[in-house]
């Protein structure tokens, strides 16, 4: 084999190895530009919720909040826009999931969680005030709203999809954090954990001495560790 | 007491009854306090090792396994690191250990753990630096270098090594869905390596890390560096 042969084995070869492993590398299912948005968020299947504000032509504009949703392939299923909202200043999506959205709405005057149902046209399913739900976490059962009252004690509620209050207001030890999507929570505070089941209001699972440390989520295995003594749960 | 009063304690009763019932009490507890190691698997079984040292050097190794209601399952006496200086767990998962037993030269053992321990392989910190393990084998990463290689149970190497533009992550072990899978990502470059027979890179592109939804591995790589795109995977 001469010089000019062998040159042109290993550059067909190199050609060869370059396909190979450009030909494993995977390519994006689909993908959208948000540019412009004021907020987006992927739901759990990869669909994408993004909004903007915009202004119409007119002398005094409306300002508008538009949302654009898309799929996990990219593809833009609408553009769905909600009726009544018409002099926005500023949006923010709470949570999305599926075909459910909590936004946080800000206008001149008030500020409001909007609970929407979207897809290619969306439509309020209930509002609430910032003075009695403060968005914490949602999964299927609900939202779940937490906040400090004045004497530093920590409040939670389920709301269901229409903004409305489930079952009573319980005292939790202090800002959940969600645990298998939504479905229970945990806080911990002082040595102390305390696991929340949401479903049709708030019941208790777990209180034990110690700290939270997670096992296994979606079996629902847990430790509350209290220094050298190791306690296992099973929440449900 | 009267009758009005009587009721009211009764019902007060069978409140704080109701509140007690609904809690879960733990399946089991274990005491660590005597253990100088220990690693809970994702069946909430665990592995405590247990050193006794006479003038800073192991006497005895004992490595005891305990499943998920605290009851001891198996306890061995591991005679490899007699005369050495400290038995650490990496990793535990189903009866299969990664030890690193310290001294002079600090040793990583593949181990199967029962009433007999078995020692699968070993190898030496200068050729493999835990970084997670999962059914696959275990994943070693230099930093120095950045070369990941993986290890089989007998850590022998499977595969070549890679060069990484970081450390291996992810959310649970510093991997992704159980050790089959991880992340790295440096300089808005992303990379997703697939754990098997090998370390084979799967995904590579421009942005930031974003996981949606582990279980189904469905990611989003973020690239806002001059527009915000948002490019949806699903890493197989």
């Keep these: 084999m001469n010089a000019h042969s062998r040159n042109r084995l290993f550059a067909t070869t190199a050609v060869a190895l370059c396909a190979v492993a450009a030909y494993a590398l995977l390519e994006p299912s689909g993908q959208v530009d948000v540019t412009g948005s004021i907020d987006y968020r992927h739901d759990t299947l990869g669909n994408i919720l993004a909004l903007s504000i915009g202004k119409s032509a007119a002398k005094a504009p409306p300002i508008k909040l538009k949302m654009a949703y898309y799929d996990k392939k990219g593809v833009k299923i609408g553009e769905p826009s909600l009726g009544g909202l018409k002099t926005v200043t500023n949006a923010s999506i709470a949570y999305f999931e599926k075909s459910w959205a909590i936004l946080l709405v800000q206008d001149a005057d008030t500020t409001l969680y909007y609970s929407v149902k979207v897809g290619s046209s969306a439509s309020i399913l209930g509002t609430a005030a910032t003075n009695d739900f403060l968005f914490c976490f949602a999964g299927k059962n609900g939202a779940v709203s937490c906040s400090m009252a004045s004497n530093g004690t920590w409040l939670a509620q389920v709301y269901d999809k229409t903004l409305a209050r489930v079952g009573a207001t319980r005292l939790v030890l202090t800002n959940p954090a969600p645990l298998n999507a939504g479905t229970y929570f945990y806080c911990a505070h002082n040595n102390q954990v305390q696991i929340w089941r949401v479903k049709k209001g708030l019941d208790q699972a777990v209180n034990a001495n110690g700290q939270f440390v997670a096992i296994n989520e979606p079996k629902k295995l847990c430790c509350v560790q209290d220094g050298t003594t190791h306690a296992f749960y099973l929440y449900k | 007491m009267k009758r009005s009063t009587k009721r009211i304690a009764v019902a007060a009763a069978a409140l704080t009854f109701v509140a007690v019932a ?34 800073g050097v192991i006497t005895q190794s004992t490595l005891v396994v305990f499943d998920k209601k605290g009851v001891e399952k198996s306890r061995a006496v591991f005679t490899e690191a007699v005369g050495k200086d400290d038995v650490r767990i990496s990793y535990f998962e189903k009866g299969w250990a990664i030890l690193r037993v310290d001294g002079d030269t600090n040793i990583y053992y593949s181990v199967k753990v029962g009433r007999i321990i078995t020692v699968l392989g070993t190898n030496t910190e200068y050729q493999m630096s835990f970084r997670f393990a999962g059914k696959a084998g275990v994943v070693s990463y230099f930093n120095a270098t950045q070369q990941a290689q993986l290890f089989d149970k007998k850590l022998v190497p499977v595969g070549t090594p890679a060069t990484l533009i970081d450390r291996p992550r992810g959310p649970i072990n510093n991997s992704l869905n159980g050790g089959t899978f991880f992340y790295c990502e440096a300089g808005n470059q992303v990379q997703v390596w697939n754990v098997k027979k090998g370390l084979l890179l799967v995904i590579q592109d421009t942005g930031t890390w974003n996981l949606i939804n582990e279980a189904k591995h469905l990611c989003c790589i973020e690239d806002d560096s001059t527009t915000d795109v948002h490019k949806l995977y699903t890493y197989k």
């Design chain 2, 22 to 55: 609904a809690l879960v009490p733990p399946m089991g507890t274990i005491d660590l306090v005597n253990y100088d190691d220990w690693y809970h698997d994702f069946g909430a079984s665990t592995l405590a090792v247990q050193n006794l040292l006479s003038a």
